[in-house]
């Protein structure tokens, strides 16, 4: 497959109300997207590294540094032979920088799978045709404001409820939660918030029956994963410390997490996604995706994956609306039964609305093929 044109367009998208994590509080999500034309397709890909270095090192500003100055460039060096299972061999002498890496492969990926005619679903080994949604709920300043929100997406139909925590916000929400809603699917994500030296402490989530504890101690602490593992009756799930299938078959046999949640962007794309998977699945260890409020394109990406054999737990591939009053693409996601449908039609099987687009683009920047 040869390209022909290689697009980055900035984008800004306000949050129908404002995320705040223990990474701070997000009232808007500026991406970058990336297009690729070939003679018979075009591609998209989105690239989820968040506006300041907070989640990871990678942030919007670098991830297109990136991509102009060093993955393009080695991409296109392939001329005529550029196929999506070769995209992440040629940018592996580029340490580093997996969200930009899987936002290029996701675009290459796509364009390939609109010229073969063939979804991304069935692509990666979708099993489903449809996945059961959760929802991501952010840290708020007064319970009450909680508990109306929470039952504000129980009404809705998200079939499970993530809760952001951090110190002094974590065991009386999560209290508050379980006595006013029951016995619901509910989680917790620390994103790295805590030390071993709070095992204790978050021993005290115990009682709550939860799913899951979703990476509580630092990204590079996977010993004390392990170590906390021992102590709390919660299972631990890592997200942060997970970055290739390597990386997770480590942390299996360290006995680091008993769950693992998937994002692509994270492990540098949708194959490795799918590598990750089929570690996890060969181990007996359940996966769900994760989300990093992507607009409609990256979510139809994570939908298709979330539809893997292995994720057995509702996910964070809430509707669109859940964000964004207005996605990016002519068909938002929308909740059914507590339900999203995985797209059907070639390659990522939505289409960006492009008067949208236009409406919310910041910045385009067309790179030399």
């Not at 129908?16 to 591609?43: C, I, K």
């Not at 690239?47 to 080695?74: D, F, K, N």
């Not at 708020?140 to 929100?149: G, S, T």
Request: proline content about 6%; hydrophobic content about 45%; glycine content about 8%.
């Amino acid at each position: 497959m040869k390209i022909t044109a290689v697009e980055l367009r900035r984008i800004r998208m306000p949050l129908v109300s404002p995320f705040r994590t223990s990474f701070g509080t997000q009232t808007s999500r500026e991406v970058v997207l990336v297009r690729v034309t070939t003679p018979d397709a075009e591609g998209w890909g989105e690239c989820v590294a968040m506006e300041e270095p907070l989640y990871s090192y990678e942030y919007v500003e670098s991830a297109q540094h990136v991509l102009r100055t060093h993955l393009v460039p080695r991409l296109l060096s392939l001329g005529d032979a550029i196929t999506a299972a070769r995209v992440a061999h040629v940018l592996e002498p580029v340490k580093g920088h997996p969200m930009a890496k899987a936002a290029l492969e996701l675009a290459v990926l796509d364009a390939e799978l609109r010229t073969a005619g063939r979804s991304l679903g069935d692509d990666l080994g979708a099993v489903r045709d449809r996945v059961p949604a959760g929802v991501s709920v952010g840290i708020m300043d007064e319970i009450p404001q909680l508990l109306d929100a929470v039952e504000g997406y129980l009404e809705q139909g998200y079939v499970r409820i993530k809760l952001k925590i951090e110190p002094g916000w974590d065991l009386e929400p999560v209290r508050a939660v379980r006595e006013r809603f029951g016995d619901i699917g509910l989680q917790v994500d620390a994103n790295t918030a805590y030390t071993l030296g709070d095992a204790r402490h978050l021993a005290e989530l115990d009682p709550f029956d939860l799913l899951l504890i979703e990476q509580p101690l630092p990204e590079d602490d996977v010993r004390g994963h392990a170590e906390l593992a021992k102590v709390i009756r919660t299972p631990v799930c890592l997200d942060e410390s997970i970055t290739s299938a390597r990386s997770a078959a480590d942390a299996i046999a360290l006995g680091a997490c008993s769950v693992i949640n998937i994002k692509a962007g994270r492990v540098g794309g949708y194959l490795e996604a799918v590598r990750v998977h089929d570690v996890a699945q060969a181990n007996g260890i359940p996966v769900w995706c994760g989300g990093m409020l992507e607009t409609g394109l990256g979510r139809a990406a994570n939908v298709a994956l979330a539809a893997l054999p292995g994720f057995v737990l509702p996910g964070d591939t809430s509707a669109s609306d859940r964000y964004y009053a207005q996605d990016v693409t002519t068909e938002p996601f929308v909740l059914e039964d507590g339900y999203v449908r995985v797209p059907t039609g070639p390659g990522l099987g939505v289409e960006p609305d492009v008067d949208v687009l236009a409406e919310l683009t910041t910045g385009v920047e067309q790179l030399e093929v």
